[in-house]
């Protein structure tokens, strides 16, 4: 017998009502109540440290920079010189790194509803943030970010919406609406985009919320590119949506060659999981995907919002 | 409260000693032990009929067309005319069914060790096999794959081989070695192709066999086509390798309107993951993965065999 | 490697929200809704057959007899000559075994709501009832217990309450109020007697329901005397109460030597769990417990029910 | 929809192969490896703090009284005026605590190998050891207990076994030999008798080690008494075994009022869960207990250990 007993302690996140996923658990950091949510840090085996709100794990050290790359990225590889960028949420500082790596971005504005969560991260997550709450480009607010975009007079080049799904009693379902879409779209300088993480993209729960998130921003916007990308500690592909302005080339058919020269120039080579042809995976959807991004009808509006299961 | 209490009943799979998935049980339709492995037939909530051989799922109703798909049409795309075919495994005859969906092909030779794993699939997985086990140009065997090649005299264009992953005590290692391969090798016609299951392709998981399995078909084979796509019920994105002739086109190239055009001559509209797109999509490899199917050394052979987790 | 893998199909009982008891589980035999509850009847490994009523195990065949032997032999061993018994619920038929075994009992009248039930466990768990269905001595109804009687002109010598805890949308929570004992006491004959299963009665849930049932019991009878045994699939010892007429000996006090002599007289050595010692142990409660019983102050009536977590 | 996420962490316990509990964790104090076994203090919701031994729950803060109650006061009561106590093993303190509570102990001895452990909770369980480490009657070593015994010239009245269940790997699986039983009763002073923890007790498991160190017992000491009491945290009752001399009166038999009376004269109404009536309880034990306790022949021996599932 070994001396050490096999893993007792357990993180369990339900995927559905029939599904969950069980990973050891090495850690409670912090379990609490903010103002807006639940949150937990804590260090799990496969994952290292995780932030999960109410219940959902947001992103772990050991993939995050799957899911983080890939929010962030393509979108900032479709736009020729983005200099002004915008995050709504983005508590753990990873949203902000990925911005901040672009030597061109003068200045970051991220408004985070939750300022305790984002304590939280800054003081435990140091390999999420990677200091990127010192930068001195970053200017943080702990606001509604719908409010703030409908009252500001700033314009961006990108805004990102990093915000946890949306869930009925969570802080965040305003954040998927077309009036949300609309406060975004009037403070977009032109030629700006818009992408927003968009839930599930797998073959079962691509219908959840992603093929509405992409219904709601095609028709907030002149294009919608969906993509997704497999993250190991959601158990699942994710989903996310550019919202783009018109006369662009189509996002999907950005080169691979573009895509690694443009990094080349603006972030060098430190990325770990994007790049030209990574880029060309993401935007190349199965057959089934594209069928129920096309046949989705539901908008999702202030008075007719939806929640994540 | 609900008069029907919530999920009671489970099926847990370890994915490692640190990290399980647990998805609601409907039915245990057989649990047993054959000549060569341990068997179950279960009906989980999320996924229907699965097969588990040895504790480990190797196909759901919910979602083995995103893996049979995957599995069998890029090879047979990859060929001009693909007529004679092997199958080494398959059990649960969807494998067949996606060759025999090939109006061209004239003969499909299957080799399943276990007769006993075939006839439970026949008779409880029908949405699987799909009427496969009665076409008249299906021969199936049931005898080592390996033994099998190395005796055969036929050729064949296409060798596919769907056999669990390699576990220490069970009846499949020795068909992810060298050995077979030089066996597959022997026993393809003039540009003739093989495919191979991988296991875990995942961001965290991808080293486990992946990356050496496609180490030595690239020893074993002009060229080496990895690729990989993520399937809901392993929990992780899996990887498979294609082992090419020489003087092809680079697989990976092939181009999405001549992969729809020969689907459309050959399969018509019949598949619901697979087409010109999703082909782009599976080849397109992020770019931790690319740099570990590079950096891999290990050689898998008869005296160094190579466990799954 | 061991050929066949560890255990992966599992029944799981929350027993509060903070804590479940998951066991091997291998074979579904029967999962669905009858008009008046969820049932299962599951095989597990450590306990066999088991029925499990609205996700509540209520009874295996690996310690069945505890539980049944426990429920009847003490209100049976308290009573001179039982001749007349009622019980109400014990759809598994195992209840019914345990009466039927005194060969002095001339009638045994069984009212369970659930006519599916009893079916699913006539057919399932012969184990259980060991043809105590056949005895020409039972007289087998279904319909409400309560209801029959308060219009029934029989008169018992022994009422047995075998039925469900009282669960807010279960069938059974009116069994448990005032407003019945008041049926039973106008059932019962002079020097009648009757029990009632009760609800956990360890040192962390024996106030959940069982102090309540017994002060209700208490309030109801003359006399009421609580006891408890372990029953390991309920994961913890289990709590019953007898009510009982004045001018009785106190129960407990109930000799050793007596009760094994009336067993002998009327049931022969038969028994695995019960007999003098046993019945000793049976009402030495612990401290705490008595203390709780006590200090409870709670009247169940149809006014106000009590439901269990 | 509750702000606040269902339980999300857990620690697991195995009872065995096919059976496994788990309780909601709240915070992992402490987990690593001491040079003797593996330690975790964990803090979980229905429990509070817990001591957990190669992954086996010694204790918990909600239900150690009933065990530490159980294991010492039985001895004690049955001891005509225990001045000099032994305790082997007892990390958490709350055995001593138990021993100290009698103003008539004039000193304790108290042998742990394990000084990390004892440190431990020290440090983490003040609730467990109540300031029982302070008590100047306490004489703490940290050494085997065996080799104490055969080499200590003292004399003890009482000698309290409170040592993990015998594992393979674990520190402590020679202290239920027929060996150590022969060096604890040549400490013992005339008149003095011996306790132990013996391994669970309940329906299904008794005869893994209950039956066995009883048989042992009973080899080693004129008499030998057997009982048991159910611990919620163990998920299950647990058996003890008193080897007491010759000469005395039946400890079974021992008076409830003279256990009342003693206890009152030596710890006044401090204690929780036992008193006389409890005593009564604890020793009367089921008929099948019985049973396999007579037919046990299985005797543990230096040359033939028993170690626990």
């Known amino acids: 017998m070994d001396a050490s007993p096999s893993q007792t302690t357990w993180h369990t996140e339900y995927i559905n009502a029939n599904m969950f996923m069980s990973v050891g658990l090495r850690q409670i950091i912090h379990s609490g109540q903010t103002r807006y949510q639940h949150v937990q840090l804590l260090e799990t085996e496969p994952f290292g440290r995780s932030l999960v709100l109410d219940g959902r794990t947001q992103s772990t050290e050991a993939d995050e920079y799957v899911y983080h790359e890939a929010l962030v990225q393509p979108v900032m590889m479709a736009h020729a010189n ?22 061109f971005v003068e200045r970051l504005t991220m408004v985070d509803l939750d300022q305790e969560v984002v304590e939280l991260c800054k ?3 140091p390999l999420h943030h990677a200091g990127s709450f010192d930068d001195p480009r970053l200017n943080l607010l702990h606001e509604d970010a719908l409010a703030y975009l409908e009252s500001t007079h700033d314009q961006f080049d990108i805004v990102i919406v990093d915000v946890p799904d949306p869930l009925e009693a969570g802080p965040a379902y305003m954040l998927y609406t077309e009036e949300f879409y609309a406060a975004v779209r009037s403070c977009l300088a032109p030629g ?32 919608a590119h969906p993509y997704r990308v497999f993250v190991p500690s959601f158990g699942t592909t994710w ?34 999981h994007y790049d030209g042809i990574t880029h060309t995976g993401l935007f190349a959807l199965p057959k089934y995907l594209r069928l129920a991004l096309d046949a989705e009808t539901r908008l999702i509006t202030k008075s007719a919002p939806l929640y994540a299961v």
């Open 82 to 103: 983005p200099r002004h960028v915008f995050i709504a949420g983005g508590g753990e500082g990873a949203t902000a790194r990925e911005v901040l790596r672009h030597s």
């Open 123 to 125: 003081q435990h997550l």
């Open 192 to 223: 700006g985009l818009m992408v927003t993480q968009s839930g599930p993209g797998g073959p079962l729960n691509h219908t959840e919320v992603f093929t509405a998130i992409h219904h709601t921003v095609a028709a907030s916007f002149p294009r």
């Open 239 to 272: 989903g996310f949506v550019i919202g783009a302005p018109a006369g662009e080339p189509e996002l999907p058919e950005l080169n691979a060659a573009t895509v690694d020269l443009r990094l080349s120039n603006r972030v060098g080579n430190t990325l770990r």
